[in-house]
């Protein structure tokens, strides 16, 4: 008697391929198999989506701007420090040379009624010119305390926003570590059930996993290939019923193993 046919619904349609065999529990072993890395597939999706992704990126760009906001309030506070201390140091220079004409105004050493004059009206110049710095000096007093408190309203802001994002980064670093742990187990899981899988049906398995988008053998429930979802008409059911126990069947819809059991409805 010779080896099982291998059945390859609606073949007709489709290229033909090797025969496989593999015993009947080796096939619900690859279910198994399927399960975990369902469930892998499953944990890394989780891991790249968390939601603290989102909120970190969200949150790290209000972080920069802020941070840019308050480079810029920071140097406008140095520049007006600056001109402060410059327009500062003009007022006493002119305060300086004032006190010194009105010292020699009132020595009674200049008694030219020319010079006199001529003394007096500096020493008018000089008060009017200290006037007009002191209300420099005034003025970027005010905007200098505007933008110290622009920097002291910045600061608070950027460490609360911090803040948010080493909250949201432990969150997130605490669920990467548990879905890793997870993955790990399962990974170890899936490797010992693997290997329990003979060699050559893990290899068609793994190639068309890749293929199907991480599924590569989908269990046949109530005719219905839980791969595709899509029922089988009669005479594919008639053929897999017809197919030797440790026949590898294929969908023919998206080619996946088709794994029976008791409730494929056969």
């Known amino acids: 008697m010779g080896r099982p046919r291998t059945v390859h619904l609606r073949s007709r349609h489709l290229p033909w391929s090797p025969q496989l065999n593999a015993a009947p529990a080796d096939q619900i072993r690859l279910l ?77 050493a200049v008694t030219s009624p020319k010079d006199l004059e001529s003394l007096q009206r500096e020493i008018v110049s000089l008060s009017k010119r200290q006037g007009d710095l002191e209300d420099i000096v005034l003025e970027v007093m005010e905007r200098r305390e505007s933008a110290q408190e622009r920097v002291a309203e910045l600061t608070e802001r950027v460490a609360s926003v911090q803040a948010k994002v080493d909250d949201a980064t432990g969150r997130r670093d605490r669920q990467q570590q548990e879905l890793d742990a997870e993955a790990a187990s399962v990974s170890k899981e899936r490797g010992l059930v693997a290997d329990a899988v003979p060699a050559d049906l893990m290899k068609l398995y793994e190639k068309i996993r890749e293929q199907q988008g991480g599924v590569g053998a989908a269990r046949l429930y109530q005719r219905r290939c839980e791969g595709c979802h899509i029922e089988l008409n009669i005479t594919e059911v008639n053929e897999v019923r017809a197919a030797a126990a440790d026949t590898v069947v294929r969908c023919e819809n998206c080619r996946r193993i088709l794994v029976r059991t008791p409730e494929s409805g056969l």
């Open 32 to 108: 198994d198999v399927q399960a975990l890395d369902t469930r892998l597939s499953q944990l890394a999706h989780k891991r790249r989506t968390l939601p603290e992704h989102a909120e970190i990126e969200s949150l790290t760009k209000d972080l920069t701007q802020l941070r840019d906001l308050l480079v810029a309030a920071q140097t406008e506070e140095s520049d007006c420090a600056r001109e402060q201390t410059k327009a500062e140091q003009d007022v006493d220079q002119v305060r300086q040379r004032a006190a010194r004409d009105q010292q020699r105004l009132d020595s009674g």
